[in-house]
């Protein structure tokens, strides 16, 4: 069983949006910072979206910024991103991760990972 469960995801046209979920399995989300990453093919994974363990801090790439909203609610365990106005450079496989509170906020060195999710953009 994975510790972080991923839903969401699919495929939607320019302009669209989608939703994605990440919920922890074994332990609870509370002390963890969150952190939303993709990985477009061929390309090396990047940072899109962050929250602190506290939901009082949040990070997002400016490219997505305006567009993407990070959020959690400790008492379901759960980090959601919502995308909006979706661009075809937004496409790639999309993962969740957790670190311990203390751990550098959207770091690519995260404690967990989730088993990531494909979101499609096109015509």
């Known amino acids: 069983q994975a510790l972080l469960v991923q839903s969401g995801g699919g495929s939607v046209q320019p302009g669209g949006s989608l939703e994605l979920s990440c919920t922890t399995s074994?332990?609870?989300?509370?002390?963890?910072?969150a952190g939303w990453f993709r990985q477009a093919t061929g390309k090396e994974r990047e940072a899109v979206a962050c929250i602190s363990s506290s939901g009082g801090g949040t990070y997002y790439k400016e490219i997505v910024k305006g567009r993407f909203t990070v959020s959690r609610n400790d008492a379901k365990n759960t980090v959601w991103l919502q995308m909006n106005f979706l661009r075809p450079e937004d496409t790639g496989v999309y993962y969740c991760?957790?670190?311990?509170?203390?751990?550098?906020?959207?770091?690519?060195?995260?404690?967990?990972w989730g088993q990531g999710a494909q979101v499609t953009v096109s015509s």
């Open positions: 074994g332990f609870t989300l509370q002390n963890y910072a």
């Open positions: 991760a957790v670190v311990w509170l203390g751990g550098r906020l959207c770091a690519d060195t995260y404690d967990y």
